[in-house]
Each structure stands twice: as structure tokens, then as C-alpha cells.
């Protein structure tokens, strides 16, 4: 039987005693109920399940299940433009924005070769990058890549987050949508900013002649999809696009009526300092619509309030999710911060001064509720990311020597800042970046 991540994350009641510890404690002490369970994305250091030896390049690490391994996709600039992508930021210490990263020509080679670094070691996958379906051969190749490496080494969630213009392309979108059903992915995140395409287009900007701007060729991609791939609509909420509860409630009724079964409401992540002031930062900066706030007027709309039931909060160490069902629909409310994460990464930014560190940033506005770990194989030119995350836990464990969560919100930035990531190993056949290590993997007990 298949393993998935919903397996390994453990789900408990929650008590008043464990929301006040949460991120998300401030939100949950304002809903009118409470909430019957929490998952926690982060492992306890405690738990053997969640923790995996592996070795990488020559050395062992632990590793915290579950892990997401993400071949970033960037063969072509994507056929969108979102007015707040987050491969538009450019953070200070890189020259340049993700977006403009392409692909070496040895970027197969170097994906199958790190990919056997990981053989053994059970991991998820997650196709991302700018736009994976804007170039089907290229993802083919990438699909094949990955589809060997799950004939011989476990793989357990398999999703593709996506604007959906492959896949609602005319001539080759059916064959798209039937490669990935055969790939077994699990579920298609699909980003749709608006429920009407005007407000849409003025949000996402997709490039003259992409089908899938038009709302027709949306919902007929969609009835492509239903029945073979669950799908997940991802509605970024911002000044301009959904951004009051009424949007809301317009927003799932028109999901509904296309027959989508889970929708995700995202706050822009909130930025730190790390970040160069552009176009696309200003933007962000503002049309943010909090979600708390959101959330709660939704709550006091009594059409809204009356017909959602509470299921699960998530405790992401970045990161809060609210789970509940609404009108037969898996609904989500869903916030982070990033500069709580690079906190958590500790000091180890710069000592890898020129590695295409801003790729961590990928979907981090859109997307994931992951960071990443960056692997290439020696004399590679191309970078592989592994996603995962296990702060917390670090926090926990003999690396660290702290305890986490600290009583405090002041206790616990404090810890946050002042433990170091695991050094990298820079001699390694595979070597990550010290930034990121922390986010899947801890040095050696
Ligand atoms: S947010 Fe996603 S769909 Fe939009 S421009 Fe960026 S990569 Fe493309």
C-alpha cells in the first residue's frame, strides 16, 4: 500500500492548552467554536517515524519525513505574469529574480543523479518552479525522470501546482492531463486568483493568445480534469482581486458550481528585510488583505458562518492553516511569514554567497507551506531542491540544544535567531545550502 504524507503527519485533538502554543493561537482565540484537531507538519525529535538517516553525498544526515523534492521548472518564462510573484522578488543577496533562471543543458543528467542520491529515502514530489505544463516535452522528460525513480524508491505525494495553461491547451492539454493521470498524481493545485476573468486577467496578466485566461476554456479544462485528477483552486487574496468576505462567498459559489471539491484562500506571505523594494514587492506591500481579518468577517457573515463546520488547524513553524468544510467543499484559510522562517534559518545565508539561493522562494507567495533544500550533483550546473520541514524538531534535538516552542513569542523570535543552521558540506558530491539544510535536514547525531 501507498504511503502519503497525510499518514505520517500526526493529527491531534486540540485542547485550549495546545492552541495557545500555536502560531495560529491568536486566530483561534477569536472563532466563535473551537476547533477539533491539529496536524503537526513539524516532527517532534522524539518521534522515530518522522526521522530517516540517510546519507547524501558521502554523509549522513537525519532527515524529517515527510520530505517534498522539487524539480524546478523553468525551461520557458511562464505564460502568466502575476502581479505579485514571488519569482519576481528579488532578495538582496542575489543579483538577479528566479524567473530568470533557465535550465542548463545537462539539467536531466543532474536530476537523475540526484535523484539516486535519494534512492531509499521516502520523499514526495512536488512540480513547481514557474510554469511546469507551459513546455510539455520538457515536462515529459522531467515526468519520466521522476517515474523511474518511483519504480524503485518510494515515492508518496505526487502534486502539480499550476495556472493551468498546458493543461487547458487546445492541442495538447488532453495529453498532458492523461500523462499526469498515468504519473498518479495525487492532486493538480490550480491558481485562479478571481471568479470572473476580467478581474482575473488584471491580477495573473497571462501572455496574448493563452487559452486558459478565458473562463470558458478554465471550466472545460476543469471538466477534463474532474474525474481523473482531484484538484485544489488556490485564490491569493489581495486589494483589487478577493478581498472581503462577500468575494468569498462569490468566489466558493462559483467554485461550486464548476464542481470543485477543496479551495485554498492564501494571505501573501509576509516579507522581511531580505528583500530588494520593487515592482513587485511594492504591490504585495499594497494590496495585502490579512487573513485573520478576513477570516473573521467571514465569520460574521451569517451565510457563510451557518454553513462552515471547523475540521483542523494546521501548525506549520512558518505558517497556519484553518481547515473546514463548507457546502460539501474542503475549504482553507491559510497565512505565513517569512521572515519568521529565514529567522528560523538561522545565520547561514551568506556563506553561500552566488548559489541561486532566491530559488527557496518559489510559490512562496502561492503556493507551498515548505522550504527547501538545494542539491546538485558535483559539476553540475543545476540545482535540485528537496522541500521539507523540520525546524522545530532541530530546535528539539542534540543540534540545538533548545526546546521548542519556547513559552514566548519574545522567547521563542529570540531562539529563532540565534541558533545556527548545520554547515554545509560544500566538498560533497551533493552539497545543500546551508540556508536551507534545516528546513529537511539536521547534521549528523
Ligand atoms: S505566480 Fe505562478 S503563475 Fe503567476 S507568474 Fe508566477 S510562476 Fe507564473
Redesign the pocket.
Known amino acids: 500500500m501507498n504511503m502519503h504524507d497525510r499518514d505520517i503527519i500526526p493529527i491531534q485533538r486540540l485542547t485550549g492548552e495546545l492552541a495557545a502554543q500555536l502560531v495560529a493561537a491568536p486566530v483561534l482565540a477569536k472563532l466563535p467554536a473551537s476547533v477539533p484537531t491539529v496536524a503537526y507538519r513539524a516532527p517532534a525529535a522524539t518521534d522515530d517515524k518522522r526521522w530517516r538517516t540517510h546519507t547524501i553525498g558521502g554523509r549522513g544526515y537525519r532527515i524529517a519525513q515527510p520530505v517534498t523534492f522539487t524539480p524546478y521548472a523553468s525551461a520557458k518564462p ?5 502581479r ?4 519576481s522578488l528579488v532578495e538582496k543577496a542575489s543579483a538577479k529574480p528566479s ?1 530568470s533562471l533557465r535550465p542548463g543543458g545537462a539539467y536531466f543528467e543532474n536530476l537523475r543523479a540526484a535523484l539516486c542520491e535519494l534512492a531509499g529515502l521516502p520523499i514526495s514530489y512536488s512540480l513547481s518552479g ?2 511546469t505544463t507551459d513546455d510539455p516535452a520538457w515536462m515529459q522528460q522531467m515526468l519520466d525522470a521522476l517515474q523511474r525513480h518511483a519504480a524503485s524508491s518510494p515515492v508518496n505525494d505526487r502534486v502539480l501546482y499550476t ?1 493551468g495553461s498546458g493543461l487547458a491547451h487546445a492541442a495538447h492539454g488532453m495529453a498532458l492531463i492523461e500523462r499526469l493521470a498515468a504519473f498518479s498524481l495525487d492532486w493538480v493545485e490550480l ?1 485562479r486568483h478571481h471568479h470572473r476573468e476580467d478581474i482575473n486577467q488584471s491580477i ?1 496578466r497571462f501572455r496574448p493568445g493563452v487559452e486558459v485566461r478565458q473562463q470558458e476554456r478554465f471550466a472545460s479544462m476543469l471538466q477534463r480534469l474532474g474525474g481523473r485528477i482531484p484538484v485544489k483552486l488556490v485564490c491569493i487574496v489581495q486589494a483589487g482581486g478577493v478581498a472581503t468576505a462577500g468575494d468569498v462567498l462569490d468566489y466558493l459559489g462559483w467554485a461550486r458550481g464548476l464542481g470543485v471539491e477543496a479551495v485554498i484562500f492564501r494571505e501573501f506571505s509576509q516579507l522581511d528585510d531580505s528583500y530588494r523594494d520593487n515592482v513587485t514587492s511594492r504591490y504585495i506591500a499594497a494590496t495585502r488583505i490579512p487573513m485573520a481579518g478576513l477570516l473573521e468577517q467571514c465569520l460574521n457573515q451569517p451565510g457563510f458562518a451557518g454553513q462552515f463546520g471547523f475540521e483542523q488547524v494546521t501548525e506549520g513553524y512558518y505558517f497556519w492553516n484553518l481547515i473546514g468544510r463548507y457546502r460539501g467543499m474542503r475549504v482553507t484559510f491559510e497565512a505565513s511569514d517569512y521572515a519568521l522562517m529565514h529567522r528560523q534559518h538561522g545565520s547561514g545565508n551568506g556563506a553561500q554567497a552566488g548559489i541561486p539561493r532566491q530559488r527557496q522562494s518559489m ?1 512562496r507567495l ?1 503556493s507551498r507551506a515548505a522550504h527547501s533544500v538545494f542539491v546538485r550533483p558535483r559539476g553540475g550546473t543545476d540545482w535540485i531542491t528537496i522541500a521539507g520541514c523540520c525546524c522545530k524538531s532541530r530546535r528539539q534535538g542534540t543540534a540545538c540544544r533548545q526546546t521548542w516552542p519556547p513559552a514566548t513569542p519574545s522567547a521563542r523570535a529570540t531562539a529563532a535567531g540565534s541558533s545556527r543552521c548545520v554547515p554545509s558540506s560544500a566538498s560533497s558530491a551533493l552539497k545543500a545550502d546551508c540556508c536551507s539544510i534545516p528546513s529537511a535536514v539536521s547534521a549528523p547525531p
Open positions: 511562464c505564460s502568466a505574469r502575476c505579485f510573484c514571488s519569482e524567473s514557474l510554469e495556472n491558481s495573473m510559490r502561492e
